[in-house]
């Protein structure tokens, strides 16, 4: 089938950065939006995919997916359908996590040194398996909807962590040692359903792009 020879760009993203003055973990909890650097970041990620044929965005229901999505759609040469999907929302651990200090969560959460450890092993957690699975999931919704074009993926860290981690096959206890930024994205190259290529772009990485592509614009001075 033509599908399946279709190479297919999937850009897994992560929501840009929140407004956090208190730096507490916010997991699920509603009412946390982007912050200025935020607001930039999503600003850039569209410029940056506005020249890509980009036919969909999947994303996160929680609010700064909702905003970060908002942002790329607005840079975007024409509309494209949002889809938001429960599959890409935040790791079922920071609903435990959310609310708490950053600096207090190592004697308030005691839970937190085993989730570090092993993701998963406890109640209320999920283990990165789980997480890579439901990731997987929209990402194959948009490759069988999508062929031969550009779609979007709007998450959280953890399960973009944890789609990349097992993906590299690495042990449980890696899901916090990758780290994709806020604002920053893992471009997938698929053919068909098969993965071509992976490749991590930081968002200093997409604001250089940006950058690079308006210099090219700007015609010469005489």
């Known amino acids: 089938m033509e599908e399946d ?6 850009y897994l993203t992560r929501h840009c950065d929140v407004e956090n003055p208190d730096r507490v973990l916010y997991g699920h909890l509603p009412s946390f939006g982007l912050s200025a650097k935020g607001l930039d970041q999503g600003r850039a990620l569209g410029r940056f995919l506005a020249a890509a044929p980009v036919s969909a965005i999947y994303t996160s229901p929680l609010q700064r997916a909702l905003e970060t999505t908002d942002l790329i759609r607005r840079e975007l040469p024409s509309p494209v359908p949002v889809l938001e999907r429960q599959e890409l929302v935040e790791a079922e651990f920071g609903r435990y996590l959310q609310g708490t200090r950053h600096k207090d969560v190592v004697w308030r959460k005691p839970r ?3 989730h570090m450890v092993w993701p998963g092993l406890l109640r209320g957690d999920e283990s990165m398996r789980e ?3 439901r990731v997987e999931s929209t990402v194959h919704e948009g ?12 998450s959280h860290g953890d399960p973009i962590q944890a789609f990349w981690a097992t993906l590299d096959r690495r042990p449980p206890w890696a899901l916090h040692r990758l780290q994709c930024a806020k604002g920053g994205t893992l471009r997938l190259r698929y053919q068909g359903s ?3 290529e992976k490749t991590y772009l930081s968002p200093e990485q997409i604001e250089a792009a940006v950058e690079s592509m308006g210099a090219a614009k700007t015609p010469a001075s005489p």
């Open 131 to 133: 997480m890579h699975d």
């Open 5 to 10: 020879r279709a190479e297919t760009t999937c």
């Open 143 to 154: 490759l069988r909807d999508h062929p031969g074009s550009t779609f979007l993926c709007i």
């Open 194 to 196: 098969r993965l071509l």
């Open 112 to 114: 937190w040194w085993v």
